[in-house]
């Protein structure tokens, strides 16, 4: 109940291409759901997050789709850049007077030149 | 603000060894999170603390697995005695009460190599 399952475990996309990360959870429970960027020798820092009111966030060349029946979120990059190389992490997390984050297993992105 | 400082950044230490992991979080911050990330098992919530108090200490893989935080500014992470098995990257994060901001940031972790 309290895990997110990401897919897939390594991703390599043509530059100029679009990656897709996708995610799944059980726990209705969970009420935001960000996704993490890190890269080589760093700490995983915010990207971007949706709350499950909307179905769909945009900023910049990142989007999240979010669709709450199937309990699943995904993460599109748009024009995939070498810079966008790195691992991606979604999480989900529950308002229990603090915020619990629960990660998936990450994805390695590779965006060759 | 430098963000969430962790020390030191690698440490290779013995079996059998007691090990110290430290973190200062964002001033101002709430909660504090240790992670560890492991190729196998991605980033692992081992425990969480609001306002200095253990919250959930469930991830916390066994005994020899210690966590506090005397203060707000302070927070350690002790493995004693340590084990091959616990070399990973240990990472502490901090954020604010979800009423005002819900990122959590992360320190650069510190790589833990037991041998």
């Known amino acids: 109940q309290q895990q997110v399952k990401q897919s897939p475990q390594s991703l390599i996309v043509q530059k100029g291409g679009i990656s897709i990360i996708n995610c799944a959870y059980e726990n209705t429970a969970f009420d935001y759901f960000p996704w993490y960027q890190q890269f080589p020798g760093k700490g995983p820092a915010l990207l971007i997050a949706?709350?499950?009111?909307?179905s769909e966030k945009k900023e910049g060349r990142f989007t999240i789709s979010f669709n709450k029946s199937a309990k699943q979120f995904s993460l599109h990059i748009m024009d995939s850049q070498p810079g966008d190389s790195a691992t991606y992490f979604c999480a989900a997390s529950i308002n229990t007077g603090t915020y619990k984050y629960i990660f998936g297993t990450g994805t390695r992105l590779k965006v060759l030149a | 603000d430098a963000g969430v400082i962790q020390s030191p950044r690698h440490e290779v230490t013995e079996m059998g060894q007691e090990v110290t992991l430290r973190c200062k979080p964002i001033?101002?911050?709430?909660?504090l999170f240790w992670y560890r990330q492991t190729m196998m098992r991605g980033l692992e919530l081992l425990i969480y603390f609001n306002n200095n108090v253990p919250i959930d200490d469930s991830g916390m893989p066994e005994d020899r697995f210690s966590a506090k935080m005397p203060n707000a500014s302070f927070s350690t992470l002790k493995i004693q005695p340590s084990e091959p098995r616990d070399s990973a990257v240990y990472f502490c994060a901090s954020s604010l009460t979800p009423q005002t901001n819900t990122e959590a940031f992360f320190g650069q972790g510190t790589r833990l190599t037991v041998v």
């Open positions: 001033s101002g911050h709430n909660s």
């Open positions: 949706i709350r499950p009111d909307v």
